[in-house]
């Protein structure tokens, strides 16, 4: 990265997309300010006012003091051009040609999957997202979780991260060092002594004007391979992402919710639409995603692991089930493991004791 680089972000007029076409057509940021007014225009097809801005330096000194700040305050810049800078990211059309991070870069670049939702989130969205987590955290090797750190499903994402070791990715729709909301700055202080990392595209002398948050939402869809929507409404931010996610040719992946809650009409929309694939478990998550490959074990396996337990090889059948059902019935249940009805009350009933699995009404299960 050069000076001319951090430059490029301070011309006005120009923005994501211009940076990338001018990039793509010169090669570098010194080319392009390197260039003559002549080839800005005529060549790049740079509007006139802008090209008056390369060919006049504008950026340069803004540059060197965004690299004083940043030095101030332990922000590490990444241009487009870097090695360090995400591999997924760089191919989308409208990528940031920085990133401003705190903490580990390097988490930017392993195997992601972004998760999101609506900031008015039910006890059951929470639910589901802890589950989740837990499943894929016990089953997928190194693997980064990507949300937003706002109220509700975001921050509910970062915590259960937090809770089985999974670094995450929080992203800004404001200017480092500050966090957005203001209550969360110990989630994102623990996000980073977690090994997860802090991102934003602006700089500390963009505006901030609250009008951030749909850009930020194509750099949480770009980073990532695919994008669960855990609940969200009718309309909202992340069916924002989930629609840059699929435009970005990304997995997009819902949580189904009751047609009868007003916080799981845009989940339940993005599935009957065909925009997005329904999940349920993390092996839904695993098998959308083709991440058998960064799988180190089954989640029945890990079950055994995490609880020191081991299992009847009758209680192993039916602990399968909870892999691609997630609130089996008796008659679901007694067809997937073709035990009969005493078999299956035994081994249900010792699963229950052991803490792996819970009744719920209606005689359904669920695993804990």
């Not at 870069?105 to 639910?127: F, I, N, Y």
């Not at 009718?234 to 916080?263: C, W």
């Not at 098998?287 to 020191?308: H, P, S, V």
Request: one cysteine or more; hydrophobic letters at 45%; aromatic letters at 4%.
């Amino acid at each position: 990265m050069t000076i001319e680089d951090i430059a490029l972000l301070y011309v006005p007029g120009l923005g994501a997309r211009g940076i990338v076409h001018l990039m793509e057509h010169y090669g570098s940021a010194e080319a392009i300010y390197a260039a003559s007014m002549g080839s800005l225009t005529a060549d790049a097809g740079v509007r006139k006012d802008v090209a008056e801005e390369i060919v006049a330096g504008t950026g340069l000194y803004d540059a060197k003091r965004e690299v004083a700040y940043c030095r101030k305050h332990g922000i590490y810049m990444v241009a487009a051009t870097d090695r360090d800078y995400p591999k997924l990211l760089r191919e989308t059309v409208d990528r940031p040609h920085i990133l401003f991070v705190q903490g580990d870069v390097e988490v930017l670049s392993a195997p992601t999957l972004s998760m999101v939702g609506t900031r008015d989130m039910s006890p059951s969205g929470r639910h589901i997202t802890e589950r989740l987590i837990e499943g894929l955290a016990a089953a997928v090797d190194k693997f980064t979780l990507v949300s937003g750190i706002a109220y509700g499903i975001d921050a509910a994402c970062h915590r259960a991260a937090l809770r089985n070791h999974i670094p995450s990715v929080a992203v800004l729709a404001n200017s480092l060092p500050d966090i957005n909301p203001a209550p969360h700055r110990q989630l994102a202080e623990e996000i980073l002594k977690s090994g997860g990392a802090i991102i934003s595209e602006l700089s500390s002398q963009s505006r901030q004007n609250g009008k951030h948050f749909i850009a930020r939402n194509r750099i949480i869809a770009g980073l990532s391979m695919g994008v669960v929507v855990v609940e969200s409404p009718a309309s909202g931010g992340a069916l924002t992402t989930a629609d840059l996610a699929d435009g970005y040719g990304r997995a997009v992946m819902a949580v189904p919710g009751r047609a009868t809650d007003a916080s799981s009409f845009g989940t339940n929309n993005l599935i009957r639409s065909g925009k997005a694939r329904l999940v349920m478990t993390a092996q839904d998550i695993i098998c959308d995603m083709d991440w058998e490959r960064y799988c180190l074990k089954n989640i029945t396996e890990a079950l055994q692991e995490d609880n020191a337990l081991s299992l009847a090889p009758d209680d192993i059948v039916v602990c399968e089930v909870f892999n691609s059902v997630e609130q089996p019935d008796i008659q679901q249940l007694l067809a997937a493991t073709g035990l009969s009805i005493g078999e299956l009350m035994m081994s249900l009933m010792s699963l229950e004791l052991k803490g792996l699995i819970r009744t719920l009404p209606g005689q359904r299960y669920e695993k804990i």
